[in-house]
């Protein structure tokens, strides 16, 4: 018997998460049955859809485009703003669940992962699949794709075949029948730059990039080809990665302007503190650390950090400190991108009560918890620091954690 790996990736994840909470709560609608969309701020007009329905697909709605456009093909669109919250409380308790069949579930994005058994056969793996697809259905209202097979790049193929709600095997005698005839880019890590270089060596499937002569390949692209050259061929010799504690949490962001002035450099301090001391309070941890690093307009870097008296989770004490930092350090050289993080992070179990600790701080911390289940039942920006009432600035930064999901990385 050897490992059966399967990769789970949840159909339209912002989207159906979205869906199966507000049905949770007692919303009417189902958004998956209108045109409906999750995007990005429609009034910055950056705005992009991040996920779209079915219906909204009809009226060749794109993932990725921008929701004027996606507006001007459905004047009746629904525009929901994303809910980082809840995709991140969605995605840990899939986890959670995967993990009474197994130990070993591996985060691979937000929406998708791996998990190993080292107990079954295929067949067995198959009705199994469909076990847990449904069961997922069943118990948090919303479908996954389920892709089975001896590794994880012959998983996640799978997973991809046809969606949704499938469950598709893709084991090394099925490599020749079911991922060779696809074109070519339909290979995990061959993105539309490498698809163009293949095809112009009349490579256009798969089975042509397995055909292909190794030594071309890998003169072309190098490090990039042979890892692809050995995806074509089903092999993939990546292990499976145990999930670390997390060290640090952290967010940065590249500035649309330069920043001049401290009054907007703090407002953005905050809005990255924002994302950051929640997630470190979604972690259950707490931090002595907090750091501050600027990058100029000349690409001149500084990075500074000071360590506290005691363990924190709380917002306004983390800005507070970061901005106190800034002050010292920052050389008032315009501004082009910020960071903030925290680290010596600790359980937040272990925490006792810190003489350190005035009532202000507690007040505060008692304040954060209020606002994280305000943001996580109306959404990220349902309330918003007064700072940001009239400005242009965005009152969160720093988006979903990628970084907690190790397989972001695009290597398997
Ligand atoms: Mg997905």
């Avoid at 004490?317 to 002050?327: A, K, L, P, S």
């Amino acid at each position: 018997m050897s490992n059966i790996i399967m990769h789970i990736d949840v159909n339209s994840a912002f989207l159906s998460w979205t869906a199966a909470y507000e049905k949770q709560i007692g919303i009417e609608r189902d958004i998956r049955q209108v045109p409906a969309v999750i995007g990005g701020n429609e009034e910055n007009r950056h705005g992009i859809v991040l996920a779209k329905s079915m219906p909204a697909k009809k009226f060749n709605i794109q993932t990725g485009e921008s929701l004027m456009e996606a507006r001007q093909k459905c004047p009746n669109l629904l525009v929901i703003p994303p809910n980082y919250r809840l995709y991140v409380r969605a995605s840990k308790a899939l986890r959670e669940y995967l993990n009474t069949f197994t130990p070993d579930v591996e985060a691979f994005s937000i929406d998708e992962c791996f998990i190993k058994f080292t107990d079954l056969n295929k067949s067995q793996s198959l009705k199994l699949a469909h076990k847990i697809k449904e069961n997922v259905h069943e118990y948090f209202g919303y479908t996954v794709n389920i892709g089975i097979s001896t590794n994880k790049l012959l998983a996640k193929m799978a997973g991809d075949f046809e969606k949704p709600d499938k469950c598709h095997t893709c084991f090394p005698e099925e490599i020749k029948d079911k991922m060779w005839p696809l074109p070519v880019e339909d290979l995990f890590m061959v993105g539309r730059r490498t698809k163009s270089k293949l095809n112009k060596l009349g490579i256009y499937t798969i089975r042509d990039l397995a055909n292909a002569d190794h030594k071309l390949i890998s003169a072309l692209l190098k490090s990039h080809g042979r890892l692809i050259y050995a995806y074509a061929n089903g092999l993939d010799a990546s292990t499976f990665k145990s999930p670390s504690p997390i060290k640090s949490v952290g967010n940065s962001s590249t500035l649309k302007f330069d920043v001049e002035d401290y009054e907007t450099a703090h407002a953005i301090i905050l809005s990255l503190v924002e994302m950051t001391s929640w997630r470190l309070r979604e972690a259950k941890m707490m931090c002595k650390v907090v750091s501050i690093s600027i990058k100029d307009k000349d690409f001149g870097y500084i990075s500074r950090q000071y360590k506290l008296p005691y363990f924190t989770d709380c917002t306004k004490d983390i800005y507070i400190n970061i901005c106190r930092i800034f002050d010292k350090h920052w050389d008032k050289r315009p501004i082009r991108q910020l960071g903030v993080s925290v680290s010596d992070l600790e359980e937040a179990k272990f925490q006792q009560m810190s003489i350190f600790k005035d009532r202000n701080t507690l007040n505060n911390e008692k304040l954060d918890k209020v606002i994280d289940s305000i943001r996580e039942k109306y959404g990220d920006t349902a309330i918003v620091r007064g700072v940001f009432a009239n400005s242009e600035l965005s009152p969160l930064l720093g988006g979903y954690p990628d970084d907690e999901y190790i397989g972001m990385s695009s290597i398997l």
